[in-house]
């Protein structure tokens, strides 16, 4: 997501940061460029010119610190201003109400509302500890109250049963009535859509609240309308009275717009967005961390929250365990692949490292997608549990036979054994004596030093008990400092899985990714 945007921001401020001053002539030049890239990313025309204004009024008569750029110091008030427009802190879904917190999700139809409905039922159930009810209120579309309860049945939340002709109103009452006799701490109610925002479609709505005493309103827009979003969330504001905004697609929106509209538009905050289709793909919306992302920050936070939400804790101990023996087999490589597919794959854990959006394009047209996860695992999944224990027996009869069972050739296989050779050598230093054994413990002394005591043994620490708020500040001191992340703490055990070849530039991580494309 914002990936035009990103480009196109990180072009301009990058030509002003290695100036060693600059004049009012400059600032201008330069605002000019950005206010064409925000009106490019959809983003509403009176929402530019605030926010174009409000970075010249700063921009012009800021105090420049001895120590910093004039350069810098417009990419700060950019930032700070990025941030201001997208609502400063971040707001989750208020649950402080009496049970059952009832929860009312409006919005046009083809939106995502049912599928949002089940993403945040599930989060609730499962983050929360919340028993949850779900009712579908949508009598009009075929099939939506089945959907909704093919959902309930997928994440194992309660669906309230259907009665055949029932008006929405009358679904309302019963649901919060359910709710209350079944002991339910939330009641989600998935109302009908429109194509358009009509007459009957809101007097519905506003009875619908009448009815069922809503804590929340929460307003579902597709984030690849734009415009349309922002008018939508104004509507539905002024009729039904909006409490909060969840964008679904974000991750096919490379311009994010809508994101950056609504929120100064309307003044209510976004929640939530769904970066996918799959139940687990819902996050929380950080206005801080999206700035830090548009810019090309990274979003180091995000990191270590998706890895302590997709990493087995239990199993990365026990492979830190076995690779402070120096023992890393073929086993061992496919589920640290299998683990970046959980977080994104390549692409998502680099556009959330500082200064790695831009890597990405270099990665893929090289062919280093998340295809080649697919095949290294194909790959490990043809070998017998020997093979895959003892590479070394693997002699050119076997690797036939295996690049015939996973639609590979030999090279393929070749490829993937030279770079488990590699990550393996580099377990056997970390987890040995000598040069690599004061490696572990340099690591480990600054680790502890951190509150990251788990990095240090090439391990992975438990991310479940790092406070967000502490790597924060963590990471401002280091920004302060000049220091830049030069790569990704071990994802249980020594970095980033190696692609074998090469290393990339500025990731000390990475064993290294093969054939990047030389600069001529």
Do not use: Y
């Amino acid at each position: 997501m914002f990936e035009s945007l990103q480009d196109r921001l990180g072009s301009i401020l990058n030509g002003l940061t290695g100036r060693g001053a600059l004049s009012e002539a400059d600032v201008s030049a330069a605002l000019r460029e950005v206010r064409r890239a925000l009106l490019e990313a959809d983003v509403a025309l009176d929402v530019v010119r605030s926010f174009t204004e409000k970075v010249r009024e700063k921009a012009v008569g800021a105090e420049i610190v001895k120590s910093i750029k004039p350069g810098q110091m417009v990419v700060k008030i950019v930032h700070d201003e990025l941030i201001e427009m997208l609502g400063s802190e971040g707001v989750t879904i208020d649950l402080n109400a009496p049970a059952p917190v009832v929860i009312m999700m409006v919005g046009l139809q083809g939106s995502g509302k049912t599928t949002t409905t089940g993403k945040i039922a599930s989060r609730m159930k499962t983050r929360d500890k919340k028993k949850v009810l779900m009712a579908s209120l949508d009598t009009r579309r075929p099939a939506a109250q089945e959907q909704l309860r093919q959902l309930g049945v997928q994440t194992g939340v309660d669906t309230l049963p259907v009665i055949a002709g029932q008006s929405p109103t009358d679904i309302a009452a019963r649901a919060v009535q359910a709710a209350k006799l079944g002991g339910h701490d939330i009641v989600i109610l998935d109302t009908a859509g429109r194509t358009h925002i009509d007459e009957p479609l809101m007097i519905e709505m506003a009875e619908i609240k009448r009815k069922s005493n809503p804590h929340e309103i929460l307003l579902v827009a597709d984030a690849l309308t734009g415009q349309d979003a922002v008018n939508l969330a104004r509507n539905f504001d002024e009729r039904v009275g909006i409490t909060g905004l969840v964008l679904t697609r974000m991750d096919g929106d490379g311009r994010g717009g809508a994101a950056l509209s609504m929120r100064a538009v309307t003044g209510k905050p976004i929640k939530l967005i769904g970066v996918g289709e799959k139940m687990g793909e819902l996050e929380e919306f950080h206005p801080r961390r999206v700035a830090d992302r548009i810019l090309g920050m990274g979003d180091i936070i995000s990191l270590v929250e998706k890895a302590a939400e997709n990493i087995d804790a239990e199993k990365a101990a026990a492979m830190a365990a076995k690779m402070a023996k120096g023992k890393f087999d073929l086993n061992d490589l496919a589920d640290q692949l299998r683990q970046m597919q959980k977080m994104g794959g390549m692409g998502g854990i680099m556009g959330l490292m500082p200064g790695m959006a831009g890597m990405k394009d270099k990665m893929a047209s090289a062919g280093l997608d998340d295809k080649l996860f697919g095949r290294q695992i194909a790959i490990i999944s043809s070998m017998t549990k020997a093979e895959r224990a003892n590479p070394d027996m693997l002699k050119h009869s076997r690797k036939k036979r295996i690049a015939a069972g996973s639609g590979t050739d030999a090279a393929d296989i070749n490829k993937l054994l030279k770079m488990h050779r590699q990550m393996a050598d580099m377990m056997k230093m970390m987890g040995g004596k000598g040069k690599g054994g004061m490696m572990k413990q340099m690591m480990g002394g600054l680790a502890n030093k951190m509150g990251l005591g788990g990095l240090g043994g090439g391990g992975m620490p438990d991310l479940s008990n790092i406070d967000p708020k502490q790597l924060e500040a963590l990471q401002k001191q280091a920004e302060a400092a000049g220091l830049k992340p030069g790569g990704m703490p071990g994802l249980s055990g020594g970095g980033l899985p190696g692609l074998g070849g090469a290393k990339l530039p500025g990731l000390g991580g990475f064993p290294g990714l093969p054939g990047l494309p030389k600069k001529k």
